[in-house]
C-alpha cells in the first residue's frame, strides 16, 4: 500500500500549487490533507468523502479546494491565494485503514 504525494514546492505569496495524492494497493474512501509546520502539531486542513462531501479548516475555506478522482485512485488539493503560513510538509491521510504518504513541502515566500 502506497499513498505519493507530489506537487509542492516554492511559490510566491498570492500563488497557486495543486498538490496529488495517488493511491495504490488500496481504493480511496475517505481521504484527508494534513499539515505540519515547523514546531507545530499537524492539523487537518480537508477532507473528502466517498461521496465527495468536503469539509475544511476555517484558515483555508475559500482559498484551498480537495477533490479526488476515482478512476485515477487519486485525491487533490487546490491551493489558491497562498500565504506564507501556508508553508509545511503537506500529507495525505487515507481514514478507513490509516494509511499516510510521505508528504511534499510546500513554501510559499517571496
Known amino acids: 500500500v502506497q499513498l505519493v504525494e507530489s506537487g509542492g514546492g516554492l511559490v510566491q505569496p498570492g500563488g497557486s500549487l495543486r498538490l496529488s495524492c495517488a493511491a495504490s494497493g488500496i481504493s480511496i474512501n475517505v481521504m484527508g490533507w494534513y499539515r505540519q509546520a515547523p514546531g507545530k502539531q499537524r492539523e487537518l486542513v480537508a477532507t473528502i468523502s466517498s461521496g465527495g462531501i468536503t469539509n475544511y479548516a476555517d484558515s483555508v475555506k475559500g482559498r484551498f479546494t480537495i477533490s479526488r478522482d476515482d478512476a485515477k485512485n487519486t485525491v487533490y488539493l487546490q491551493m489558491n491565494s497562498l500565504k506564507p503560513e501556508d508553508t509545511a510538509v503537506y500529507y495525505c491521510?487515507?481514514?478507513?485503514?490509516?494509511?499516510w504518504g510521505q508528504g511534499t513541502q510546500v513554501t510559499v515566500s517571496s
Open positions: 491521510s487515507d481514514w478507513t485503514y490509516g494509511y
